[in-house]
């Protein structure tokens, strides 16, 4: 597929998505959507991809939202089709074996913060505002926003602001537990190429262990949590990057993992 909207670049392990439709401030259409599906699928079977990084085009948005041209004239099966494709693609990234940062380097609204929300850590600009703008449309967050910031943040902040379309600072979002790190809009791509790469050197099959056991097991009840927990760290041990890791702690050098 020919990936229009969607830039993409891959160095030392670490591949940056750049949603790339800066005259509409990045909105998400149905086939940027596509074409973000396609390009993180890609990643994900590229075994020399570590750790990812998705951000916006330009000095002013991440994401403004989903379409609002496009979504207007929609009946109420295309909505709910609209829906489900944006939710496979939330679905998708949590179910990425690599870890994945949002950059948020403007503005995070609507589909746009549901996009971040999605993502393992939200590393964002001092400039960045987050949002729900949806009920100012007669909508609701339709890409598991009502569920992701719930569980973020606890019920009572999102509905704030899910109820209000209201739009917060970067600061605000800080404090709220939106946001894991403020930076100058300058310094935040090295920010985050700088997370990502201490990432991509460790085992990456632990990593992505542990990003599933974070993910999953807050669906589970604790105690399915610990045994889900249990289970994966036994698996690890029939990995060549457990013997590796433990193996280099003892000979006291560094670790070179193979990803197996
Ligand atoms: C389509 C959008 C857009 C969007 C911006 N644009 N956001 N187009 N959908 N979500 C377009 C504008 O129409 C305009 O193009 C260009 O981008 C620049 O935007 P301006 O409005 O001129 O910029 P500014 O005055 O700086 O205002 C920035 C803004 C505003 C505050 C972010 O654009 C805004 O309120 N955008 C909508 C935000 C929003 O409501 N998002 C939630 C959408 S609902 P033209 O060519 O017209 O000049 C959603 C639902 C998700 O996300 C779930 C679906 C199932």
Partial sequence: MDAKNILCEINEGVAVVTVNRPESLNALNSA???ELECVLYGIEQDQTVKA???TGAGEKAFVAGADIKEMAPMTSFEGHRFAQQGQRLVLFIEKMTKPVIAAVNGYALGGGLELALACDVIYASENAKFGFPEVTLGIIPGFGG???LA???GPNRAKELVFSGRIITAAKGLEWGIVNELTPLPELKEK?????????????????????AIVNGLNMTKEDGFRYESSL???LFATEDQKEGMGAFVEKRKAKFQGK
């Fill in 192 to 212: 985050a190429l700088g997370l990502a790469r201490e990432m991509a050197k460790n085992g990456s099959v632990a990593v992505g262990y542990a990003k599933n």
């Fill in 52 to 54: 990812v990084i998705l």
């Fill in 146 to 148: 009502t569920q992701n």
């Fill in 32 to 34: 940027v959507l596509a």
């Fill in 233 to 235: 760290f036994g698996v």
């Fill in 151 to 153: 569980r973020l943040i």
